[in-house]
């Protein structure tokens, strides 16, 4: 079972700067893709950014290209999503998620299998 845990969250103002960490355990880490996605009050969760386990592929949603960016230490059992610029729009509840794959880096939440339980980031205008 992989176990994931997200921090960094916060309340920041526009424009400011965001490191989210996602660390996991149990499994062998560098066996697993993991993605980013966040879900903002009445709203359907949505794909964030998203990296395979070496980190050479990424992917990240139109509305964040160019601000964020996903990275991961595999010695530390850890992935990152630098964000930067942030919007308002950006309020959300970011969770990280884990896929046992060595192929690609998905986007689709069902993709993906185990879940972290969540941090919240507030964008204040």
């Known amino acids: 079972q992989m176990q994931l845990v997200e921090s960094g969250g916060g309340l920041v103002q526009a424009g400011d700067s965001l490191r989210l960490s996602c660390t996991a355990s149990?499994?062998?880490?560098?066996?697993?893709?993991i993605g980013w996605f966040r879900q903002a009050p009445g709203k359907e969760r949505e794909f964030v950014a998203a990296i395979n386990w070496n980190g050479l592929i990424t992917k990240y949603a139109d509305s964040v290209k160019g601000r964020f960016t996903a990275s991961r230490v595999n010695a530390k059992n850890t992935v990152y999503l630098q964000m930067n610029s942030l919007k308002p729009e950006d309020t959300a509840v970011y969770y990280c998620?884990?896929?046992?794959?060595?192929?690609?880096?998905?986007?689709?939440?069902?993709?993906?299998?185990?879940w972290g339980q969540g941090t919240q980031v507030t964008v204040s205008s």
């Open positions: 149990g499994r062998i880490f560098t066996d697993w893709a």
């Open positions: 998620a884990a896929v046992l794959s060595r192929i690609g880096a998905p986007v689709s939440p069902p993709d993906y299998d185990h």
